[in-house]
Nanobody, 115 residues
């Protein structure tokens, strides 16, 4: 199982970023996918999840109305569209899949929201 995140960077408050996670090594189209984030000194928190078909999503209250999770089961990718970004969104963002009873993570992508 391999997960590779991309798309992070430095953005001003109110700006947008689109994160991507390229997945391989498992049957992507049959697994629920998640995005987590971890800010300095804080625990990793669940941000968003999406069902295998993409037909249902879940978002943390802190990002509802601003973030959208989506997936492409042809390209084996999952995305996190982040709008109206706030300084509190600053964190390393990780893609996650629970496969074979284990959690797999990517290397993470840094998102910094600052003026």
């Amino acid at each position: 199982v391999q997960l590779v995140e991309s798309g992070g960077g430095l953005v001003q408050p109110g700006g947008s970023l689109r994160l991507s996670c390229a997945a391989s090594g498992f049957t992507f189209s049959t697994y629920y996918m998640r995005w987590y984030r971890q800010a300095p000194g804080k625990e990793r928190e669940l941000v968003a999840g999406i069902t295998s078909s993409g037909g249902s999503t879940n978002l943390a209250d802190s990002v509802k109305g601003r973030f959208t999770i989506s997936r492409d089961n042809v390209k084996n990718t999952v995305h996190l569209q982040m709008n109206s970004l706030k300084p509190d969104d600053t964190a390393v963002y990780y893609c996650n899949v629970r496969w074979g009873g284990f959690d797999y993570w990517g290397q993470g992508t840094q998102v910094t929201v600052s003026s």
